[in-house]
Nanobody
Framework: QVQMVESGGGSVQAGGSLRLSCSNS????????TGWFRQAPGKEREGVAA????????YYADSVKGRFTISNDNHKDTMYLQMNSLKPEDTAMYYC??????????????????WGQGTQVTVSS
């Protein structure tokens, strides 16, 4: 089983920045699409951003466009989510996920088969 491990969460004030990291514990595992999801208390899990491995195309939820940037460092098997201009509504548990499907858009959660345990992001006003 591939283990995805997130780090970088924390508490910031509105307008601040955080960078989340997600490492892939199995170097021989090569997903074709990786992404970030988030889930706030009482809400459904929602896709935040996705990146196509190899081609590097990126996709974002409308709520984070222009503020969040997803990227990959294939040599380190690590994915990042740079989050700027954070808002209180960004508060959630953030999860990274990997998929063997080719992503050409924001894919639903069920298409991802490897998930991390999550890292908490809290934005105060």
């Amino acid at each position: 089983q591939v283990q995805m491990v997130e780090s970088g969460g924390g508490s910031v004030q509105a307008g601040g920045s955080l960078r989340l990291s997600c490492s892939n514990s199995r170097s021989l595992y090569r997903p074709t699409c990786t992404g970030w999801f988030r889930q706030a208390p009482g809400k459904e899990r929602e896709g935040v951003a996705a990146i196509a491995i190899g081609g590097g195309s990126t996709y974002y939820a409308d709520s984070v466009k222009g503020r969040f940037t997803i990227s990959n460092d294939n040599h380190k098997d690590t994915m990042y989510l740079q989050m700027n201009s954070l808002k209180p509504e960004d508060t959630a548990m953030y999860y990274c996920a990997a998929s063997g499907h080719s992503c050409d858009s924001m894919m639903p959660a069920w298409k991802y088969n490897n998930w991390g345990q999550g890292t908490q992001v809290t934005v105060s006003s």
